[in-house]
């Protein structure tokens, strides 16, 4: 079974401080999903990256998948207080009947 | 729509009761899944299914049982419940197995005491 481990566990910033949290895997993913948890709710996706070295954007958030495919980050710009929440990294595993393996998040705070 | 819908929000439970978490979606979803969360562990899956009178053990299975009578429900049954199961759970739904976005529900937070 592929283990994710995401670092750090907790992170507690400022607003306007930048960030990265990351995902590393024992094996090579297939692809890898990136999700936020807000409290009281449950995961939405943020994106997707399937290609070793792609980079996605999505505003101040910027996903990079590493070239071998066994890591990737999560960069934050600017970061404010909407972006507290848990981070959680996914292995959507579709040669394993689509069952997601999460790792166990990063918890980020930020204060204004 | 509504998404993925999940009742009760909250229960408590003593050790050996049983109940059904209720969980449906109104996307004509093939896929559903249930999922535990506890703390420092992220998401676990518990069963899945991919289509209507098909459930598969995921990660987690001991404890519970589901059926999928219809598309649009999955119900989860803890039998006789215990301390251990205490957690927050979350269903889940994608249009098929291959597919990309999962939806989850708002989760219930069951407490067994």
């Known amino acids: 079974t592929q283990l994710l481990e995401q670092s750090p566990q907790f992170l507690s910033i400022q607003e306007g401080e930048n960030l990265t949290v990351y995902c590393n895997s024992s094996?090579?993913?297939?692809?890898l999903q990136w999700y936020r948890q807000e409290p009281g709710e449950g995961p939405v996706l943020l994106v997707t990256?399937?290609?070793?070295?792609e980079v996605k954007k999505l505003k101040r958030l910027t996903f990079q998948f590493g070239d071998a495919r066994k890591d990737s980050s999560l960069h934050i710009t600017a970061a404010q207080p909407g972006d507290t929440g848990l981070y959680l990294c996914?292995?959507?595993?579709?040669?394993?009947?689509?069952?997601?393996?999460f790792g166990q998040g990063t918890e980020l705070s930020v204060k204004p | 729509n509504a998404g993925v819908t999940q009742t009760p929000k909250f229960q408590v439970l003593k050790t050996g009761q049983s109940m059904t978490l209720q969980c449906a979606q109104d996307m004509n979803h093939e896929y559903m899944s249930w999922y535990r969360q506890d703390p420092g562990m992220g998401l676990r899956l518990i069963h899945y299914s991919v289509g209507a009178g098909i459930t598969d053990q995921g990660e987690v299975p001991n404890g519970y049982n589901v059926s999928r009578s219809t598309t649009e429900d999955f119900p989860l049954r803890l039998l006789s419940a215990a301390p251990s199961q205490t957690s927050v759970y979350f269903c889940?739904?994608?249009?098929?197995?291959?597919?990309?976005?999962?939806?989850f529900g708002p989760g219930t937070r069951l407490t067994v005491l």
């Open positions: 990256v399937v290609t070793g070295g």
């Open positions: 889940a739904s994608k249009p098929g197995l291959a597919t990309d976005t999962q939806y």
């Open positions: 996914a292995d959507p595993a579709y040669n394993q009947g689509g069952k997601l393996i």
């Open positions: 094996s090579v993913f297939s692809s």
